[in-house]
């Protein structure tokens, strides 16, 4: 068993968009990575990447190479690069993201914390500590599909 977890804000990211982009099927298929920078962390955070919701039946894979140049992509979120932890911050349905950090973080420990951000539109603020939380973080993009749907 690995007995080190990965804390560093910047791998953190990366190992959510790897878990982001490995999905071609379902909710999750419908999101793309958009907008990338080579972002280092920083205290306050630093922009690393936009994660865009596709219409329903559209996937966002190699057959759809032009994402991030389309108006008709909703920006669901923005991930943000610390020293030692990712943030992601839900544009999209942000009730039912805290609603859903709030869920995962109380089913096991998983390094989740959810609050409020207080900005007009208000947006949820989602931080990963730890690479096991990008993975963990998925059923929150979940359920931010889903109420984006209704």
Do not use: C, W
Request: proline share 5%; no cysteine.
């Amino acid at each position: 068993m690995v007995d080190e977890s990965i804390t560093d804000g910047r791998r953190i990211a990366q190992l959510l968009a790897a878990e982001l982009r490995g999905h071609e099927r379902g909710a999750l298929g419908r999101l793309a990575v958009v907008d990338v920078r080579d972002a280092e962390g920083s205290e306050h955070g630093t922009f690393a990447y936009g994660v865009a919701l596709l219409p329903p039946g559209e996937t966002a894979d190699r057959r759809n190479p032009d994402v991030a140049e389309r108006d008709a992509v909703d920006r669901l979120a923005e991930v943000y690069v610390h020293l030692d932890r990712a943030r992601v911050e839900f544009r999209l349905a942000p009730d039912a993201a805290a609603d859903a950090g709030r869920e995962a973080a109380a089913a096991d420990e998983s390094g989740l914390r959810v609050r409020p951000k207080a900005t007009t539109p208000p947006r949820t603020l989602l931080f990963l500590e730890s690479g096991v939380a990008a993975k963990r973080a998925l059923p929150v993009f979940r359920a931010v599909i889903a109420a984006s749907d209704d």
